[in-house]
């Protein structure tokens, strides 16, 4: 409780500093998006990267938060001059919680050759910058907690018991308490957009991007292709890191539209700590994969203020003595205020 009062109480302050400085009223509004993301869907399984929580709240376009973005040196989209309405900068704030378990949960004894159990609270404060429909910018801080304080065993405990499935029996194994805190920072381009029979547009929108921190350190890059009747500004639906990115924003619409998407993403990991362990102390560890790709695959749709996605994706092992690959899925929803 005191990390989500700490959290709100930034939060607060935040919001205000943001508020003061509003856009005109025909922007697109604040955002506030809910991601959940479990094996059970698609994969049907119980292990690795089990469970993750995000709500994430994206603020309308910000004056001071455009020139701000425009002053760091790997989002600097030219100088003064040539800043004009087409660059837009938000706020973005997020909480979330991972679980990760290993493929055996049904003893309470260390598994030397499977991936500790673990669990990632922790709050996100970011920026999110955009040049019309050609370029988007993230940076996001996240900071938190991994270990017991992360209250993943408890969560897990309470849904699993509530749902009436077998509760993993191995948590007295996770990983210590330990800070978080991991920095990341991802870049998309879009290309023009290209037409279709059948009234359909497509565009691809590569990407790249990494992380740096005792959580995650990595470098990653991909590109994600659209299919859809009328392809808007936003550069798909938000996910949980590490994933192909999201911007977490998009426009109104009067009717329904919906989009499909694919994409891929391939990161070099320096540091995983759910797999290397404990930083600052003797853990459990599993030797890592170097080298990890998703695949993914999605349709969203959006009706007026509402925007709903579902991703089916598609892991590479991520450890030496892995035995498959992982398959999950990610359903988010989105409503702009």
């Known amino acids: ?175 210590g308490n330990e800070p978080g805190i991991v920095l990341y920072y991802e870049q998309a381009r879009r290309y023009e957009k290209g037409d279709l029979p059948f009234n359909l547009q497509f565009d691809i929108i590569p990407h790249f991007g990494g992380s740096l921190g005792n959580v995650f350190t990595y470098a990653s890059a991909g590109f994600i292709l659209r299919l859809g009747p009328d392809l808007r500004n936003d550069f798909g639906p938000p996910r949980i890191r590490p994933s192909l990115p999201g911007a977490g924003y998009f426009r109104r619409e009067k009717g329904l539209d919906y989009y499909l998407f694919a994409g891929v993403e391939g990161r070099a990991i320096i540091r995983n700590i759910f797999l290397d362990g404990n930083t600052f102390r003797d853990s459990h560890s599993i030797e890592k994969r170097m080298f990890v790709g998703d695949l993914q695959a999605g349709v969203t749709f959006q009706l007026a203020r509402f925007q709903v996605s579902y991703t089916q994706i598609y892991r590479t092992k991520e450890f030496k003595a892995q035995n498959n690959a992982d398959i999950y899925g990610s359903l988010n929803l989105s409503y702009q205020f």
């Open 1 to 175: 409780m005191s990390h989500m009062r700490i959290f709100l109480s930034v939060l607060a302050l935040l919001c205000i500093l943001v508020w003061a400085d509003a856009s005109p009223a025909d922007e697109p509004g604040d955002v506030l998006s809910i991601q959940l993301e479990n094996d059970f869907f698609g994969g049907g399984t119980d292990r690795h990267f089990t469970h993750g929580t995000r709500i994430e709240y994206t603020t309308k376009p910000v004056g001071w938060i455009t020139d701000w973005a425009n002053r760091l040196p790997w989002i600097r989209f030219g100088d003064e001059k040539e800043i004009d309405d087409s660059i837009k900068g938000r706020a973005s704030f997020s909480i979330g919680q991972n679980m990760f378990t290993p493929e055996n949960v049904f003893t309470p004894q260390l598994l030397l050759n499977d991936r500790p159990y673990a669990g990632w609270l922790y709050m996100g404060f970011g920026l999110v910058a955009n040049k019309r429909e050609s370029r988007y910018d993230k940076v996001m801080l996240e900071i938190g907690m991994i270990g017991p304080s992360s209250l993943a065993e408890k969560t897990q405990r309470f849904w699993h018991s509530m749902w009436g499935i077998h509760v993993p029996e191995g948590w007295d194994n996770q990983l």
